[in-house]
Every structure is written in structure tokens, then in C-alpha cells.
């Protein structure tokens, strides 16, 4: 799990404002994920990406964008399309077809509210 | 596509008592399924996992049954304590080619001392 960063560790944002979550690895994992967690519920997938310059929708997807132009990292952007934003985000990665070198780790996550 | 139930939803014991976690998956090709441990506020951390080519694994006090016929894996925590109160995800996936993980809701344990 230690290579895996997420920052901030608590993010505040406005209404009508776009924020962006950052997540580096240094596992040399090629797929990439990021999960929404509500207060006492499940993860639910929002993006994930399988390589570089690829990624697709997860379950809940709309009023959140993501980029991969390097493999270490897969920033998060909450937009302001994102009406109820506040929860715990985690960011996640694993090599997949790899056999027992494929657990998925997840970041430390971010606490993201809602001023 | 996958999907993964997991029962109970909330589960409380005694200190030293033992605790079973249920989950069932609908794709059979599922072939690898993984158990993580949530603290509150903290990351999942994964405690142990299983492929579809053994039927059981143990680590000291957890263990994790595959039934592959019926398409349930089950979470055993044995001797229970108080540090094993936490949420407990289970998760499966068709490790060929690039696929994602389909999580089960949670379970809530709570060992009291």
C-alpha cells in the first residue's frame, strides 16, 4: 500500500468550483482506479484506466473527469456538474494477468467536503 | 457482467468467538477473489485472497473457502479480538486480460470485548 499517494488528505471545496484529486504510484502498475466511499457504504468505481492515454467509465462516472498521460499517475477532477461531491475518494492500482503479483492496492484517500 | 452479494451486512460476536463472512458471485468465470479489511477513516488493505484452482487458504486466525459449484466464498476469522472490528469487503474479478474488481456491499464487524 505504501506506494501508493493521494493528496490532499482532506480537500474543501465551493459551490460551482472544479477541484482536482492527485494520485501517484510507484509500483509500475498499469491499471489505474478511483472509488467514491459515502459514510458507512461500499466503494462504488468511478474511472478506472487500463494503460496510459486510456481510461473509461466506472458506475458513476457523470460530474467527474480523469487523465493518463503518465502511468504513475491518475489525477481525479470533481466538477461542479458533481451536485453532492462530499465523501471519501480512493484511489487504486494493480497489474493485471500478472498471477500472484496482482493485488490491488488503494491510497490513503481524500476527504473531500463541501463548503 | 460480475455481481457480488455479501452477507450479513452487520455481524457482532464475543471476544473469542468466531466469525463467518458470506459472499456469492454470478460469473463463473470469476477466478480470483480477494478479502480486504477497512478501518474506519482508513484505507482497504487486502488480508487475504484465493484463485479458483484451490479450495481453501488459511493465514494464522483467517481463512477463505471457494465453492466453485455454487459460487460462494466465505471469510472464517477465528478467536476473534477486539482489533478485528472493521468493515470486511469482498471482491472478484475474471483476471484475463484487463478487468476490474466487483466489490460485495460490506460487512460490519464488531467483537466486543
Known amino acids: 500500500d505504501g506506494g501508493i499517494t493521494q493528496s490532499p488528505k482532506y480537500l474543501f471545496r465551493k459551490e460551482g468550483q472544479n477541484v482536482t484529486l492527485s494520485c501517484e504510484q510507484n509500483l509500475n502498475h498499469d491499471a489505474m482506479y478511483w472509488y467514491r466511499q459515502d459514510p458507512g457504504q461500499g466503494l462504488r468505481l468511478i474511472y478506472y484506466s487500463q494503460i496510459v492515454n486510456d481510461f473509461q467509465k466506472g458506475d458513476i462516472a457523470e460530474g467527474y473527469s480523469v487523465s493518463r498521460e503518465k502511468k504513475e499517475s491518475f489525477p481525479l477532477t470533481v466538477t461542479s456538474a458533481q451536485k453532492n461531491p462530499t465523501a471519501f475518494y480512493l484511489c487504486a492500482s494493480r497489474n493485471p494477468g500478472q498471477g500472484d503479483q496482482e493485488t490491488q492496492y488503494f491510497g490513503p484517500g481524500t476527504r473531500l467536503l463541501v463548503l | 457482467g460480475e455481481n457480488v452479494e455479501q452477507h450479513p451486512s452487520t455481524l457482532s460476536v464475543q471476544e473469542g468467538d468466531s466469525a463467518v463472512i458470506k459472499c456469492t458471485y454470478s460469473d463463473s468465470a470469476s477466478n480470483y477473489f480477494p478479502w480486504y479489511k477497512q478501518e474506519l477513516g482508513k484505507r482497504p488493505q487486502l488480508i487475504i485472497d484465493i484463485r479458483s484452482n484451490v479450495g481453501e487458504k488459511k493465514d494464522q486466525r483467517i481463512a477463505v473457502t471457494l465453492n466453485k459449484t455454487a459460487k460462494h466464498f466465505s471469510l472464517h476469522i477465528t478467536e476473534t479480538q477486539p482489533e478485528d472490528s472493521a468493515v470486511y469487503f469482498c471482491?472478484?474479478?475474471?483476471?484475463?486480460?484487463?478487468?476490474?474488481?466487483?466489490f460485495g456491499t460490506g460487512t460490519r464487524l464488531l467483537v466486543s470485548p
Open positions: 471482491a472478484a474479478i475474471k483476471d484475463t486480460g484487463f478487468q476490474k474488481l466487483v
